[in-house]
Every structure is written in structure tokens, then in C-alpha cells.
């Protein structure tokens, strides 16, 4: 196996899941409501919220009672993207 491809691969790895924490971090948020004058919450946002309205527009059913489950899909997206990667490189 190539190195490099290796690395590659275990780094997108690293990066997908900091992603899907930050998604999971934003969608907690969206119950508890923080201060959105906070340095943080504003990062966040800014790091969430484009994905969430690309597939708020592209999927708008996934309005259900009020709850949007728009970060519950990028999250099965994004896992089956890393799955399907790992499973390629190391398979």
C-alpha cells in the first residue's frame, strides 16, 4: 500500500470526524440556545450552517414536526464517505 495514500486517507478520516462533532456541537446548541455573540457559537455556525442549508434546499422534507434532521443526514453521508474510503485503501 502506498504511503502517502495512506496518510491521505487517515487524514481525511481525522477531518471527517472533527466535522461530524462539530455538527453534532451545533445541533445541541440549536437546543440549549448560547449566546450567538460568543466567539465560538459564531465559528460553529459559520462552519455548519452552509451545509445545513444545502440540504435544508435540496431535501425540504426533512422538516418533521419542527425538528430539522438535516444534521442527521450530512452525518450518514459523511460516515458512509469515510466507511467507503477506509474500506478502499485498506480493503
Known sequence: ?????????QLLHTLITAYIWII???AVMSFI????YNQIVQAIRKLTEPVFGFVRAKMPFLMVSGMDLSPLVIILV???ID???MQSVLG
Not at 502506498?2 to 491521505?8: A, D, G, V
Request: hydrophobic fraction near 55%.
Open 1 to 9: 500500500m502506498n504511503p502517502l495514500l495512506f496518510s491521505l486517507v
Open 33 to 36: 440556545n448560547p449566546d450567538p
Open 24 to 26: 453534532i456541537i451545533s
Open 83 to 85: 466507511t467507503f474510503m
Open 78 to 80: 459523511l460516515q458512509f
